[in-house]
């Protein structure tokens, strides 16, 4: 069993739209949640974390863990076209357990 | 966040020849960084966790010879990918950070390495 799973996507959806990203983990003690966005051939950026289970709101970001289902999403309110990029989930244990990425793309 | 800077951003290479890459952290001090490889559509692949003043480790599968690590510094840490070979072609990323849950947490800028 793959310790985090993603849905690849892509994902494709018009500006403005509300988009909803998840994962899936099989490790019950993982206890930080971390999200990149990763733009072609970048390095992926950090843009939240999250302990342990609850909401963390950034903007137009809400990053949401349920650590009873095992559950991590990341909402984008008010896409753009700037938020298009790959988006990979993260659970943290003595390392970081990468998701495959979900490619978004937002059409103006 | 912390900065993490990686060099080169991009290189090619011939078959054969070694390959360095380095990863600096700009503002801060990192006892451990990571090494990641990542192919086209697909996730960060853990090469190996470099600690600063003692051997890497590796995760199963890296050759440790081909693929040498030294993290001299507290702010420097090195990947040279030795007697490159076209399979080698790849996106390298290394990965720093301060300590807690944003260990490792913040990534350089990549190099996308390719072997002719």
């Known amino acids: 069993q793959k310790e985090v799973e993603q849905d690849p996507g892509p994902l494709s959806v018009p500006e403005g739209a509300i988009v909803s990203l998840n994962c899936t983990y099989s490790n019950s003690a993982f206890q930080y949640f971390m999200w990149y966005r990763q733009y072609s051939r970048k390095g992926p950026e950090l843009l939240m974390y999250?302990?342990?289970?609850g909401n963390k709101e950034d903007g137009r970001f809400t990053a949401q863990v349920d650590k009873s289902s095992k559950y991590i999403s990341l909402f984008i309110r008010d896409s753009q076209p700037s938020d298009s990029a790959t988006y990979l989930c993260a659970p943290r244990g003595n390392q970081f357990y990468f998701g495959t990425g979900t490619s978004l793309t937002v059409i103006p | 966040g912390a900065v993490v800077s990686q060099h080169p951003s991009r290189v090619i290479c011939k078959s054969g020849t070694s390959v360095k890459i380095e990863c600096r952290s700009l503002?801060?001090?990192?006892?451990?960084m990571f090494w990641y490889r990542q192919f086209p559509k697909q996730s960060l692949m853990l090469m190996a966790t470099?600690?600063?003043?003692?051997?890497?480790?590796?995760e199963q599968g890296v050759e440790k010879d081909k693929f040498l690590i030294n993290h001299a510094s507290l702010t420097l840490s090195t990947l040279t990918v030795t007697s490159a070979h076209p399979e080698d072609s790849s996106f390298y990323i290394c990965?720093?950070?301060?300590?807690?849950?944003?260990?490792?947490?913040?990534f350089g800028q990549g190099t996308r390495l390719t072997v002719v």
């Open positions: 999250t302990y342990s289970s």
């Open positions: 990965s720093a950070g301060l300590r807690g849950a944003h260990g490792g947490a913040f």
């Open positions: 470099s600690n600063e003043g003692s051997k890497a480790t590796y």
């Open positions: 503002d801060f001090q990192a006892t451990t």
